[in-house]
């Protein structure tokens, strides 16, 4: 089984909708990304949590919002989706120790906004 | 921001050559994380750096954390035709609670029978 999975895996949907991303980990690991991916550029940061208390804005949070429903639960949802949200989006997450941190990251999730 | 300048965009080479790819940056960074990227696919850890001047090796592939905390590389040696794909390298800042994982724009490599 995957340690990071991702649902749904595509999607399309209508400009001014609604849609959630859901990712799950069983990495045990506390901290969880959201990063969007667009051709021919590397990972951008959306928001990121490190439990589930805790959750702060990345690179490019406009647009997003998040909900980390447990430890191994961390969703993204955009409130009114618009055409150039669309791109593939990647969950990750990290393990922290000894000063030390390394993400993982899920299979993604390709979105197209109409 | 800070930004990575991951060179080159794109590679062809022919089955069995070395490949050497890098990233340098106006920033420091305190972690070096290489991944590789297969189509429809989330990018998976192939190497992880640590410590300045540090040099790490992961089967066929080798990475370098520069001495000025600012550049990287990774060579990969006589290359196979499943090492096509996307290279990416991040460096990785942190300040107190705050930290950024920065990613460069990707190699793309293709290998040729």
């Known amino acids: 089984d995957a340690d990071v999975t991702q649902t749904p895996r595509n999607r399309i949907t209508k400009t001014g909708k609604r849609i959630m991303l859901e990712c799950s980990q069983t990495k045990g690991h506390d901290r969880m990304y959201w990063y969007r991916q667009d051709p021919g550029l590397g990972l951008r940061l959306i928001y990121y949590s490190f439990d589930v208390k805790d959750i702060n804005k990345g690179e490019i949070s406009d647009g997003y919002s998040v909900s980390r429903q447990a430890q191994a639960k961390f969703s993204l949802s955009l409130e009114s989706a618009i055409p150039n949200q669309t791109a593939l989006y990647f969950c990750?997450?990290?393990?922290f120790g000894r000063g030390r941190e390394t993400q993982y990251f899920g299979p993604g999730t390709r979105l197209l906004v109409l | 921001g800070q930004q990575l300048n991951q060179s080159p965009q794109s590679m062809f080479i022919q089955e069995g050559e070395d490949v050497s790819m890098n990233c340098t940056s106006s920033?420091?960074?305190?972690?070096w994380l290489w991944y590789k990227q297969d189509p429809g696919e989330g990018p998976v850890l192939l190497i992880a750096?640590?410590?300045?001047?540090e040099l790490t090796s992961n089967g066929r592939l080798t990475a370098q954390f520069g001495i000025t905390r600012k550049d990287s590389f990774l060579n990969i040696s006589a290359s196979i035709p499943s090492d096509v794909g996307i290279y990416f390298c991040?460096?990785?800042?942190?300040?107190?609670?705050?930290?950024?994982?920065?990613f460069g724009s990707g190699t793309q490599l293709t290998v040729l029978p």
């Open positions: 750096l640590y410590k300045a001047g």
């Open positions: 920033s420091i960074f305190n972690t």
């Open positions: 990750a997450t990290s393990d």
């Open positions: 991040a460096g990785l800042t942190t300040s107190g609670s705050a930290r950024q994982l920065t």
